[in-house]
């Protein structure tokens, strides 16, 4: 079979609502700000080197923990040949997480160009959401965005949380940085050639791949969780980066069943943010 680009690709893994139906940007964040007043989640303005980028808070984490949420990939495309102009997710599932987590310190992270304009925004062109979304500009400006957020909270030490593509980033902080306490993903493609050769895709060149260092996180406690019917990042994507860490100790992959990509998290998260990982 013939490689499609791995942006395209992902038309056919995403399940897109048609256009006519598709919130439009200014839509999709009315629904995002009703989700943050709900959870009483503040909004924080975060300017990087690169990126504008939208940050959550509730709670002071007082020289304790922050537990941060990165959201998804958002909305990369608006159909089967035209890319978004504006990746704000249509269901921000990681602030869904975030909302329902019960720590005394919550945050969540917004991806670069989400809910910031798109490709109105400070730099931000289309590759950002597609070929490098996992790219270094991406996640240096996450970084960034983390640190803020840490500092904000007057916190000592971070517990990250990412969802689908933010769990890869998430991954990718975690090498990074030596405050990271614990590591939990939900639905994450954390071996991003495992995902490009399962649904035989072109490799995500312009992005970074978690699994090939995956040594470096071998020490931080982590829990990734997949649903049984998750077609888009099925469990054998992180049983082959789990596979690549060499020591797995402080490594658990959680298969749920009766859940896919998306749905039904929010609903059994406040048990699930409760799990601790530990090393066996």
Same mark, same amino acid.
């Given at each position: 079979m013939?490689a499609?680009?791995?942006?395209l690709?992902l038309?056919f893994?995403?399940p897109?609502?048609?256009?006519?139906?598709l919130?439009?940007?200014?839509?999709r964040?009315?629904?995002?700000e009703?989700i943050?007043a709900d959870?009483?989640?503040?909004?924080?303005?975060?300017?990087?080197?690169?990126?504008?980028?939208?940050g959550?808070m509730r709670?002071?984490a007082?020289?304790?923990?922050?537990?941060?949420?990165?959201?998804g990939?958002?909305?990369?495309?608006?159909?089967? +040949?035209?890319?978004s102009d504006?990746?704000?997710p249509? +269901?921000?599932?990681?602030?869904?997480?975030?909302?329902v987590?019960p720590?005394?310190a919550?945050?969540?992270?917004?991806?670069?160009?989400q809910?910031?304009?798109g490709?109105?925004g400070r +730099?931000?062109?289309s590759?950002?959401w597609?070929k490098?979304r996992y790219?270094?500009e991406a996640?240096?400006?996450?970084n960034?965005?983390?640190?803020?957020l840490?500092?904000?909270?007057g916190?000592?030490?971070i517990?990250?949380?990412?969802?689908?593509?933010?769990?890869?980033i998430?991954?990718?902080?975690?090498?990074?940085?030596?405050?990271?306490v614990?590591?939990?993903?939900?639905?994450?493609?954390?071996?991003?050639?495992?995902?490009?050769?399962?649904?035989?895709v072109?490799?995500?060149?312009a992005?970074?791949?978690?699994?090939?260092?995956?040594a470096?996180?071998a020490?931080i406690p982590?829990?990734?969780?997949?649903g049984e019917?998750?077609k888009?990042?099925?469990?054998?994507? +992180?049983?082959?980066f789990?596979?690549?860490?060499?020591?797995?100790?402080?490594?658990?992959?959680?298969?749920?069943p009766?859940?896919?990509?998306?749905?039904?998290?929010?609903?059994?998260?406040?048990d699930?943010?409760?799990?601790?990982?530990?090393?066996r």
């Open positions: 013939k499609i680009p791995a942006a690709a038309l893994l995403l897109l609502a048609a256009c006519a139906g919130p439009e940007p200014a839509e964040r009315d629904v995002a009703e943050a959870g009483n989640l503040t909004p924080v303005a975060i300017r990087t080197a690169h990126f504008d980028l939208l959550l709670g002071s007082e020289g304790g923990r922050l537990t941060v949420y990165i959201e990939d958002g909305l990369p495309w608006k159909r089967k +040949n035209k890319i504006d990746p704000t249509v +269901n921000p599932v990681a602030m869904r997480l975030a909302v987590d720590s005394a919550v945050a969540y992270l917004a991806r670069p160009c809910f910031t304009g490709t109105a +730099n931000c062109t590759d950002v597609t490098a790219g270094e996640v240096s400006a996450v960034e965005g983390l640190q803020q840490k500092e904000r909270a916190a000592r030490e517990a990250l949380v990412g969802y689908s593509g933010g769990g890869t998430a991954a990718l902080l975690a090498m990074r940085r030596t405050d990271i614990w590591m939990k993903t939900v639905a994450s493609p954390l071996d991003t050639d495992a995902f490009t050769s399962i649904h035989k072109t490799p995500l060149s992005s970074l791949n978690p699994a090939e260092n995956a470096a996180l020490r982590q829990i990734h969780y997949v019917e998750d888009i990042v099925p469990a054998e994507i +992180n049983r082959r789990l596979s690549r860490m060499n020591d797995a100790s402080c490594a658990a992959l959680v298969i749920l009766g859940l896919d990509h998306r749905n039904g998290w929010p609903d059994i998260w406040p699930l943010a409760g799990e601790a990982p530990l090393c």
